[in-house]
């Protein structure tokens, strides 16, 4: 059993419906009056506002267009690409005062069949090289059976490591991590990497997460 070391007490990697309630237990504590913390759900049935022309341009040059939005995480400033109907969003923002090894930001990506991906933001003040943080903090994720790699991730195509599960896992979970700007993104797909509607949520995402655009 993986543990995700973000603090004390630790926090056990378990399948993605008891990840959300842990994190707020165990990972995050809840911010307190006054503080930026929020929490946004966005359902699959609500109403998308028609996408801008320049937008519509920048999912038509991925492919992306039609079938897909972008979802804008303002307190993370990225956007990344995610179905138009049938997924749900969920995000939630922490203190800002926790020690740097706790995530700040959890968005949580869900579909009505059960597949799951979750996006991590580390504040990264320190700005360590990604490697030395992933060390520091995710080590764990790179155990015996695991398979870890590098590749480039986001529309930025910075290098980032790809952490694959073992073959014989009995809650298996695929992760990407890498840096933008001073902060460290861990996206998870949990489940098999066969199960191909969550796998491919999971790469739009690791492929097409950007900065977003100042208003």
Known sequence: MKRLHVGSP??????????AAMALSACAAPAPAGSEATEGKVPAEAAVAQPKAATVAALQRKGLAGEYRYHSAE?????????RKGLRVEERHFDPNLPTNKFRHLITLSTPGGGTVTIKVWDNPEGLDLKA????????????GTKTTTREMTAARVPGLFVEPAPDASEPETDAVFALADQI?????YGSPSDQATMAMFERVVDQLEPEAQK
């Open 133 to 144: 943080w992933f060390d520091h903090n995710l080590g764990f994720l790179a155990d015996e």
């Open 10 to 19: 630790a926090l056990h990697l378990v399948g993605p419906a008891a990840f």
């Open 185 to 189: 993104y861990c996206v998870t797909a």
């Open 75 to 83: 307190q993370t400033r990225v956007r990344f690409p995610v179905l």
